[in-house]
Each structure stands twice: as C-alpha cells, then as structure tokens.
C-alpha cells in the first residue's frame, strides 16, 4: 500500500496538470441561445436590416464575379470588370455573416442569395485555384496590384481576399452541409502552398514567391480550413506565413510601404511592440496565438505578452480602440492617445476581440477577456448604428457640432461587413469549457447545454448584463456532476477599468459578492477567475454580483490629451455627453473629480435610446457671455452616441475651467455669417474658420481645420461672408501643413467682390506681401480701407503632390 499511495498521488497530479494544459474551447455560437438586450437586438436587427442592406451593397463585388466568370468562361470576349483590390472582400464577410445566421436558423432567401453569390465565385475561380478578378481578366491597376499575379502582394490584397473566402466557406459548410464553396476554398488554399512554399511554373518563374501578404488574414482563415477539413497542410501554412514574415522580404520605404506598417520590421516571435496598420496588426496577433494552441507550441508567446501589454500599458483607448493614427490607420507612439483627433477603426476594434479572446483560449487568464469585452461593448457596437444600416469607420472619443456622421455604407466598406460576421458570433464569446471546467466569458442573458464528462448541463443565465451586475445561474445536469465552473471577476470590478497601466479609477473599489443556493461563498481571484469546484446537482442557483455604480477615471500623466480630464464609466461601459441632451456643445463643461458619487442613473424610455439609461451628475459650464454657471450634465453610453441629432460629444471632460471652451458653435461667437470653399475634404470643415480657435502651430490637430485634400495640384478657394459690410483693414491667415500631402501653398492672394458682382484681386500696402510662411499668422493689409461684405482667399499649392490647408483666418474691420 504504501508504494501505491505515491503512484496514485503521482496519478493525480499528472491528471490535473494535463486539464490544466488542455486546451480551451468556445462553446459554439449556435448551441447558445441568447435573450438578452443587446445582442439578441443585434442578431435581429442583423438578419432584418443590416444583412439585406449589405447584400444590396455588395453588388459591385458581385458583378465584377459575374464579369470574371463570363471573360473565362468566352475566352476573354466579354467586357473586363472595373479593378478593384478588396472589395470581393466585402462580399465575402457578408457571405460569412449570412452563413452564420444560416447556423442559428435557416433561412431560404439568405441560401438563395448566397447560393447565386457562390456560383459565380466557383465559376471566376481559375482550373488552377487562382481567385483574383482583376489579374485574371487584366483589368488592373499596377501600381496597386503589381503587373501579374502576386508581383505586388504588399499591396495587392490577393491572400487577404481569399483569407476572408476561407472563413465564409467553412461557416457556410458548417450551416448548410454544402461544400461548393469550401471546395473553391481547398482549392485555393492548396494553389497558395505550391505558389508560395513549393514552386509553380506558371507563377514567379516557378521559384516559390515565398512571401507574406501586406494584409494579415490569410493566417486566420488557413486555420479555419484546418479546424474544418482536419487537413494539417493548412495549419502548416498558415504557419509558414506566420514565420516568413519580416524574414524573406523586408519593405524599406516609408508610410504605408514601411516595414513596420504591415509589421515585417522583425521576425514577428522577435517583435515586442505593437507597430503599423492597426488592424493588420491585431489579425496578425490573433493568428500566432491561434496557431501556438493549436499546435501546442508556445513560438510566440513571449512576443504576445510583451505586445498585448505594450498595447494595454501605453497604446489602447479606454473604449478598447486601437490605431490613434490617421495617416497609416494604425499605432502610434506610445501615449499618443488624442481623443477628438484619432482613429480607431472599427475593423481594430473588431480585431482587438479577436485577438484577445485567443490568448484567452491559449492561456486562461480573464484579463484578455476583459479587454475583448471593452472592445466589444464600447468600440465595436458605436461602430454599428442602432438602426442596423448606419456605420462609423473611425471612432473618435470627442465630436464638434458638425463631425461626420454614420455612414449608410462606405467606399472602403471592410468596417460594415466586419460587423456584419462579428455580431452573430458574439453568441459563441459567452461559454468555454477545459475538461471538465466550465468557464463564463461574456455575460448575457442566455442558456445553453454542456457535455461535462458525459454529462449533459443544461445552464440558464439571467442577467441584464451590460446595464446590471447582477447574474445569477441555474444548473440543471442530467445527474449529480463534479466540475469546476470558473465565474469572470472583471476588472472593472476592481481598482481599474481596464487591464493594463493607462487607466485607473478615483475611488475605492465595491465589493463583488458570491452566493451559492443562497449562501455567501468565500473565494479568491486567480487569473481574473473565481471556481467553485464541487459536485453539483439539478436546481443549484449560483448568484454574481458586480455593483455598477458611476465611477470616474484618469489616466497617466503622461497622455497629454487626458491630463486634467476625468472620464466616467458604469460597469463595463464608457459613458459620453452629447450636445443634444446638454443645451449645446459639451465641451463647454468641467466636473469636479468628486461628482462620481453625486450621480445619477434613470431609464430612458422614449426616442432611439429606449431602454438604456442615462447619468446625470453636477458640473459647470461656461455660458456664451464668458460666465459660468451650475449645471446638470447627461451622459449615456459611449456605443450609443450620434443615433439621434447630430451634435457635440465627449468622454474626456476637464477638470478646470480653463480645459472647458465656450460653445464655438453659438451663432453669437462664430465669426463669418458663413464660409465656403471649392472642395472640402470629408474629414474636415470650413467651420473651422468660424470658431474663435487659436491654433498652436500649423500641424495643429487639436483643433478643427479645412483642408483642400485629395485634391493634389489644384489651385483652391475660401469665401468668407462677414456678418455685414465692412471696411477690412486686415486680413490674417493660419496655413495648415501636416508636412505631408497638405502643405502651405505656392502663392496665394485675397480677392474683393466688387459692386459689379466681379472678384478683384485686392491691392496690398506697399510693404506687405502674402507670405506662406508657417506657424504664425500671415497678415496682409488692404492698400487702403476695403468696404466689403465677401471675401476670398485663393491659393495654389506647391506642386502637383500637395494641397493646401487653414486653421484659422481673421478679419480686422474698423468698427
């Protein structure tokens, strides 16, 4: 006996460290049924609006299929498609998102529908395996595309168009059991392996063109085949990917043709920082983590870690967007996170979840999951209108009056149909299982059954999670059952919004608590988990509760944009204040770093917003005559923001009254009677020149500006109504110039319009001349008093590659 006690102790923990080791896996998104507010409204609104507005929306994919087909299928006698890199794409994530739905319940005009989309994509696919319209009926441009057929994929987004096809076929075989897709999928997969890794006459020379893609996604979907098929070849490849890249080819250029853009700046198990396109970045990450658990490898894992937590520590949002730069849509130094001015695409936002969830499933530990659900919960759904067919591509923490609004579908309209496959698998972020270990993930109102040891689990949640903390669980296993069910302490919960080192909160943490059968459990948080590990039988109630009160925020002094500014969540969401519920322009407010505790919280129940809830808390705002005055401020939810009228918003408010502006936009403050110009670029304004805005220098961005972008080599011009006539004294101009494509123009001069309704250039004091000279104003002054009522400023640029931009024009009158 005593030789057999250390066996089978030496038994048992071998056993324990082989569940531990197991890997992790989401139960499926179709054996989850979802009753909750908001994403049960999402899958419906999905399968009503939102899918059907795609399709429509698609149709220039489609057609460019159907050409394709038609031009192989004449020989090359019927017309060629226009080119187009991405946007088969599009197509195919809306293919994916139908397929989803298809799994949850099936839908005969959604199969039709993609039925008639996959026959023509069977039908433009060559006998080879190749699928890319443009080179294979020549209708390309070569600058993007390169001359032929993966000559150019840093740009050319050949093996992320088909990446995206993976992805929609498996979930289509999966719903529907036909393989017609997957079978044009296998056959480009195994085309990509012998082009790439193996050689093919007809491609490169025959010499493998062994290179990774400019556009991460290949890898994804390549392990999607793999999970589907069980086909070790595409693992494989997916791996090879992985490790070529910043290996065999190494862009040397700049911008978006630098090597960091699409993170080839290092082997990526060398790489420690998050770089580049921000996007790319996260389908990247998502993939290493993928492949190590399915490989059991750890090859990446220390670049992870150093990656996510230089992510979480200097270079996320407090909503989860990542990619605060404009110009490469992407990451840029660390705690450079501007809150009017930034980016954060929604496809980030979406890659953000993914990623996370994976190093979740590779390594247990809730922090991840904590990150995917702030993503998810304030990023990914403000990126998705509450109407199901209205999108934001960026996302910005702050707004004036006349920010772009949401968008019924965009040129570039990866961000729709992103959300379009993300929302119906959100079903499937809810539950995972290790064994006989049951994991909550997300929480929402649900139910599902589980397969623990042979044991069928039927579980019940009821929560109104996001809005309530409080989630209670209703075990019904077939027979008494042992299992661990491990429950997500947030982080919210605790002394931090979000994991990582950027955020913190003001006050002391509440206190969760934890009742099983109605009896208060002790337990301890590791790796943000709480398990009770016990028999468990049909009726046992298992009841969270995470109080949700309003808590106030800030954040490192080292993040210029937030210093002395306070933003304020509830739970898991971020709250914002919209002009529309405040009288005005919301930038016109401070709070104390104590209103936190003075909120409050009531139901909304009429208009867009019913159903959710609004806060409203002591502040101060400064009124148009240079007074203040008390005032309650409304916030709502973050992802709920610009559903209603257009006007102001903001996250981040100031915490003096110095940080505060007065409304720029009070008709009594602005300066012109109006402003208009030859072109405006969409991401700009002429309202710019109204406001009473000092600029800091020309690369300014933390004000509004006008630029004349994309029009490159144009000459431009400003008009400027004045309230009434006047006689001008002077004239002051502020170029903008972001040392790129705007630039203070070549010439430029002002012109009068006369009594005869003619423009006159005007004549200017005999010393004076129109300088461009940056970071100050150019001031030039009539040759003698000018009475007028319009004016106009007109500008050429510096060359063909430039236009030209203002941030701020003044006038000088008499009286």
Same mark, same amino acid.
């Given at each position: 006996?005593?030789?057999?006690?250390?066996?089978?102790?030496?038994?048992?923990?071998?056993?324990?460290?082989?569940?531990?080791?197991?890997?992790?896996?989401?139960?499926?998104?179709?054996?989850?049924?979802?009753?909750?507010?908001?994403?049960?409204?999402?899958?419906?609104?999905?399968?009503?609006?939102?899918?059907?507005?795609?399709?429509?929306?698609?149709?220039?994919?489609?057609?460019?299929?159907?050409?394709?087909?038609?031009?192989?299928?004449?020989?090359?006698?019927?017309?060629?498609?226009?080119?187009?890199?991405?946007?088969?794409?599009?197509?195919?994530?809306?293919?994916?998102?139908?397929?989803?739905?298809?799994?949850?319940?099936?839908?005969?005009?959604?199969?039709?529908?993609?039925?008639?989309?996959?026959?023509?994509?069977?039908?433009?696919?060559?006998?080879?395996?190749?699928?890319?319209?443009?080179?294979?009926?020549?209708?390309?441009?070569?600058?993007?595309?390169?001359?032929?057929?993966?000559?150019?994929?840093?740009?050319?987004?050949?093996?992320?168009?088909?990446?995206?096809?993976?992805?929609?076929?498996?979930?289509?075989?999966?719903?529907?059991?036909?393989?017609?897709?997957?079978?044009?999928?296998?056959?480009?997969?195994?085309?990509?392996?012998?082009?790439?890794?193996?050689?093919?006459?007809?491609?490169?020379?025959?010499?493998?063109?062994?290179?990774?893609?400019?556009?991460?996604?290949?890898?994804?979907?390549?392990?999607?085949?793999?999970?589907?098929?069980?086909?070790?070849?595409?693992?494989?490849?997916?791996?090879? &990917?992985?490790?070529? !890249?910043?290996?065999?080819?190494?862009? /040397? +250029?700049?911008? $978006?043709?630098? =090597?960091?853009? @699409?993170?080839?700046?290092?082997?990526?198990?060398?790489?420690?920082?998050?770089?580049?396109?921000?996007?790319?970045?996260?389908?990247?990450?998502?993939?290493?983590?993928?492949?190590?658990?399915?490989?059991?490898?750890?090859?990446?894992?220390?670049?992870?870690?150093?990656?996510?937590?230089?992510?979480?520590?200097?270079?996320?949002?407090?909503?989860?967007?990542?990619?605060?730069?404009?110009?490469?849509?992407?990451?840029?130094?660390?705690?450079?996170?501007?809150?009017?001015?930034?980016?954060?695409?929604?496809?980030?936002?979406?890659?953000?979840? &993914?990623?996370?969830? !994976?190093?979740?499933?590779?390594?247990? /530990? +809730?922090?991840? $999951?904590?990150? =995917?659900?702030? @993503?998810?919960?304030?990023?990914?759904?403000?990126?998705?209108?509450?109407?199901?067919?209205?999108?934001?591509?960026?996302?910005?923490?702050?707004?004036?009056?006349?920010?772009?609004?949401?968008?019924?579908?965009?040129?570039?309209?990866?961000?729709?149909?992103?959300?379009?496959?993300?929302?119906?698998?959100?079903?499937?972020?809810?539950?995972?299982?290790?064994?006989?270990?049951?994991?909550?993930?997300?929480?929402?109102?649900?139910?599902?059954?589980?397969?623990?040891?042979?044991?069928?689990?039927?579980?019940?949640?009821?929560?109104?999670?996001? &809005?309530?903390?409080?989630?209670?669980?209703?075990?019904?296993?077939?027979?008494?059952?042992?299992?661990?069910?491990?429950?997500?302490?947030?982080?919210?919960?605790?002394?931090?919004?979000?994991?990582?080192?950027?955020?913190?909160?003001?006050?002391?943490?509440?206190?969760?608590?934890?009742?099983?059968?109605?009896?208060?459990?002790?337990?301890?948080?590791?790796?943000?988990?709480?398990?009770?590990?016990?028999?468990?039988?049909?009726?046992?109630?298992?009841?969270?509760?995470?109080?949700?009160?309003?808590?106030?925020?800030?954040?490192?002094?080292?993040?210029?944009?937030?210093?002395?500014?306070?933003?304020?969540?509830?739970?898991?969401?971020?709250?914002?204040?919209?002009?529309?519920?405040?009288?005005?322009?919301?930038?016109?407010?401070?709070?104390?770093?104590?209103?936190?505790?003075?909120?409050?919280?009531?139901?909304?129940?009429?208009?867009?917003?019913?159903?959710?809830?609004?806060?409203?808390?002591?502040?101060?705002?400064?009124?148009?005559?240079?007074?203040?005055?008390?005032?309650?401020?409304?916030?709502?939810?973050?992802?709920?923001?610009?559903?209603?009228?257009?006007?102001?918003?903001?996250?981040?408010?100031?915490?003096?009254?110095?940080?505060?502006?007065?409304?720029?936009?009070?008709?009594?403050?602005?300066?012109?009677?109006?402003?208009?110009?030859?072109?405006?670029?969409?991401?700009?304004?002429?309202?710019?020149?109204?406001?009473?805005?000092?600029?800091?220098?020309?690369?300014?961005?933390?004000?509004?500006?006008?630029?004349?972008?994309?029009?490159?080599?144009?000459?431009?011009?400003?008009?400027?109504?004045?309230?009434?006539?006047?006689?001008?004294?002077?004239?002051?101009?502020?170029?903008?110039?972001?040392?790129?494509?705007?630039?203070?123009?070549?010439?430029?001069?002002?012109?009068?319009?006369?009594?005869?309704?003619?423009?006159?250039?005007?004549?200017?004091?005999?010393?004076?001349?129109?300088?461009?000279?940056?970071?100050?104003?150019?001031?030039?002054?009539?040759?003698?008093?000018?009475?007028?009522?319009?004016?106009?400023?007109?500008?050429?640029?510096?060359?063909?590659?430039?236009?030209?931009?203002?941030?701020?024009?003044?006038?000088?009158?008499?009286?």
């Amino acid at each position: 006996m005593s030789t057999l006690r250390p066996f089978a102790a030496a038994l048992l923990l071998a056993a324990a460290a082989a569940a531990q080791s197991a890997p992790i896996h989401m139960v499926p998104f179709h054996e989850v049924a979802l009753h909750d507010r908001v994403w049960a409204e999402r899958v419906r609104l999905l399968r009503e609006r939102t899918l059907p507005h795609a399709f429509a929306n698609t149709e220039f994919a489609r057609k460019r299929l159907r050409q394709c087909a038609e031009w192989l299928e004449s020989g090359g006698k019927t017309e060629k498609p226009e080119p187009h890199r991405y946007v088969s794409s599009d197509l195919y994530k809306v293919l994916e998102a139908g397929a989803l739905l298809l799994q949850s319940a099936r839908d005969p005009a959604i199969e039709k529908d993609m039925d008639t989309a996959i026959d023509w994509i069977a039908r433009a696919q060559q006998p080879d395996g190749y699928l890319y319209v443009s080179h294979i009926t020549g209708a390309i441009t070569p600058e993007t595309m390169g001359t032929r057929p993966y000559s150019y994929v840093l740009h050319s987004h050949e093996l992320y168009d088909v990446g995206h096809l993976y992805e929609a076929a498996v979930a289509y075989a999966q719903a529907t059991g036909k393989t017609r897709l997957l079978d044009v999928a296998e056959k480009s997969a195994q085309h990509v392996r012998r082009v790439f890794f193996d050689g093919d006459p007809h491609y490169n020379g025959g010499n493998p063109v062994q290179q990774a893609p400019g556009h991460e996604e290949i890898e994804l979907g390549l392990v999607k085949l793999y999970q589907q098929t069980k086909k070790r070849e595409y693992l494989d490849t997916a791996k090879r &990917f992985l490790d070529i !890249r910043g290996v065999t080819f190494v862009p /040397d +250029g700049e911008g $978006v043709n630098s =090597a960091s853009y @699409a993170q080839q700046h290092q082997p990526v198990a060398d790489q420690r920082t998050a770089q580049g396109h921000a996007v790319r970045a996260c389908y990247l990450y998502a993939a290493m983590a993928e492949v190590d658990s399915l490989t059991g490898r750890d090859d990446y894992g220390p670049a992870l870690d150093a990656i996510w937590h230089d992510i979480v520590d200097t270079k996320m949002h407090l909503s989860g967007g990542l990619g605060a730069v404009h110009g490469i849509e992407g990451f840029g130094p660390s705690f450079v996170l501007p809150n009017e001015h930034t980016y954060l695409e929604t496809c980030a936002a979406v890659g953000n979840v &993914f990623f996370n969830l !994976r190093l979740f499933l590779k390594t247990g /530990d +809730g922090r991840f $999951v904590d990150v =995917a659900e702030t @993503a998810l919960l304030d990023n990914c759904l403000a990126g998705l209108g509450l109407d199901g067919k209205s999108f934001f591509y960026p996302n910005p923490l702050e707004a004036q009056n006349d920010h772009a609004p949401r968008s019924a579908w965009f040129g570039t309209a990866c961000c729709p149909s992103n959300l379009a496959r993300l929302v119906p698998q959100v079903a499937g972020y809810l539950y995972a299982q290790r064994g006989a270990q049951v994991f909550t993930v997300l929480y929402a109102a649900s139910e599902t059954t589980l397969d623990v040891g042979g044991n069928q689990v039927h579980l019940t949640q009821q929560t109104d999670y996001p &809005f309530d903390g409080r989630v209670a669980l209703q075990l019904a296993p077939e027979r008494e059952t042992k299992f661990a069910l491990s429950l997500r302490i947030p982080t919210w919960a605790g002394e931090r919004p979000v994991p990582g080192a950027l955020y913190h909160f003001l006050d002391a943490a509440p206190q969760w608590s934890l009742r099983v059968n109605g009896e208060v459990v002790e337990a301890t948080v590791e790796n943000g988990y709480v398990t009770l590990d016990r028999t468990w039988q049909g009726g046992d109630r298992v009841e969270l509760t995470l109080p949700m009160p309003v808590r106030a925020v800030t954040c490192r002094p080292e993040v210029e944009a937030d210093r002395d500014r306070l933003a304020f969540t509830r739970g898991p969401l971020l709250l914002c204040a919209e002009g529309v519920d405040n009288g005005g322009a919301v930038q016109r407010f401070w709070v104390d770093a104590k209103v936190a505790s003075e909120a409050t919280t009531t139901p909304i129940v009429d208009g867009p917003l019913t159903g959710l809830f609004r806060v409203s808390l002591p502040a101060r705002a400064l009124r148009a005559d240079g007074a203040d005055e008390a005032r309650q401020l409304v916030m709502i939810p973050y992802f709920a923001w610009s559903n209603r009228d257009r006007s102001s918003m903001i996250t981040w408010l100031p915490t003096t009254r110095t940080g505060a502006h007065p409304d720029l936009d009070d008709p009594a403050l602005l300066k012109f009677a109006e402003v208009t110009a030859s072109h405006t670029f969409d991401g700009d304004t002429t309202m710019a020149l109204q406001r009473r805005a000092t600029p800091k220098s020309s690369a300014d961005t933390s004000i509004r500006r006008w630029t004349s972008w994309p029009e490159q080599g144009k000459p431009q011009w400003v008009e400027l109504q004045l309230k009434q006539r006047r006689a001008v004294t002077a004239v002051s101009v502020y170029w903008y110039d972001d040392h790129g494509g705007v630039q203070v123009p070549g010439t430029w001069h002002l012109e009068a319009l006369s009594a005869d309704g003619q423009w006159h250039k005007v004549a200017l004091y005999n010393t004076d001349e129109y300088s461009v000279l940056p970071d100050t104003y150019n001031t030039v002054h009539p040759a003698e008093p000018l009475a007028v009522e319009r004016l106009r400023l007109v500008m050429t640029p510096q060359h063909e590659r430039t236009t030209v931009g203002l941030l701020s024009v003044q006038v000088e009158t008499e009286d």
